[in-house]
């Protein structure tokens, strides 16, 4: 693929040195940072396809670094590589505005397939709707900013990934794996609970509030979101 640049953010210079031959190898231009600082700076400058980002960085760690680039930047895909696998750490992840989560020790066929599954999507091009509307919510993708009633509603990166699938697919019944393939892009075990736990967050942000209620549950089958019950 043309003009692809990844920048990744990795401590461990050997880490760092050979993940970034094996994506040279594979096509891709790469740059490196070796603390979390230096990463910032570079995020912010430069554009990038795809991010890789450490957790356990000198200066600035991996969720701190993703907070800040997700401040000005919401649209470049971000990729975590780390030792820390509990499902907490990945939820801290996701919380951050991660795309995804990679657990050392890795294999590198599988970690760019991920990177593949995030270039490809980039590379569509498919002209879709800037602004979706559903009762008295307007959500601007362009900015990726949310209104109901006219007040403004500050989403996460991943909430705002789910209120856009929820969106898109009104009045359809999602299931766990559909919204776990279409929001996390990941084999992720979908016997966690981290769908109702983002399903639960944005409730009570865009509904607890207002009526109607969008977001429903069809309990045993999945999620949807309608202006009334199905």
């Known amino acids: 693929m043309e003009n692809v640049r990844i920048l990744i953010i990795e401590d461990e210079q050997r880490v760092a040195d050979l993940l970034k031959k094996q994506l040279e190898e594979a096509g891709y ?24 980002i450490d957790i ?19 649209t470049t895909p971000i990729i975590m590589l780390t ?4 499902p907490d750490n990945k939820l801290a992840g996701f919380e951050a ?5 990679v657990v050392k020790p890795f294999d590198f066929r599988e970690l760019l397939a991920r990177i593949n599954v995030f270039l490809r999507r980039s590379e569509t091009g498919v002209q879709e709707p800037e ?10 993708l362009k900015n ?13 990166a991943k909430e705002s ?3 856009e699938t929820f969106l898109r697919n ?9 919204i776990i393939e279409k929001v996390w892009g990941v084999d992720f075990d979908p016997s966690t609970n981290i769908i109702d736990v983002y399903v639960n967050y944005l409730r009570k942000k865009i509904d607890k509030e207002f009526t109607p209620r969008l977001i429903h549950t069809k309990f045993g089958f999945g999620f949807y979101c309608s202006e009334k019950e199905l």
Do not use: H
């Open 131 to 140: 602004i979706i509307t559903m009762a008295d919510l307007v959500m601007d």
């Open 170 to 178: 009104r009045n359809k019944l999602l299931t766990r794996d559909y």
């Open 161 to 163: 990934l789910l209120l």
């Open 144 to 156: 990726r900013s949310v209104t109901r009633a006219g007040k403004k509603i500050d989403l996460t």
């Open 97 to 101: 505005g991660a795309d995804d989560y």
């Open 56 to 74: 356990n960085l000198p200066l600035l760690n991996g969720y701190d670094l993703c907070r800040e680039i997700r401040k000005t930047n919401t």
């Open 29 to 52: 231009s790469s740059e490196s940072a070796y603390d979390g600082y230096l990463g910032k700076q570079l995020a912010e400058r430069n554009r990038y396809s795809l991010i890789i």
């Open 83 to 86: 030792a820390f696998g509990t």
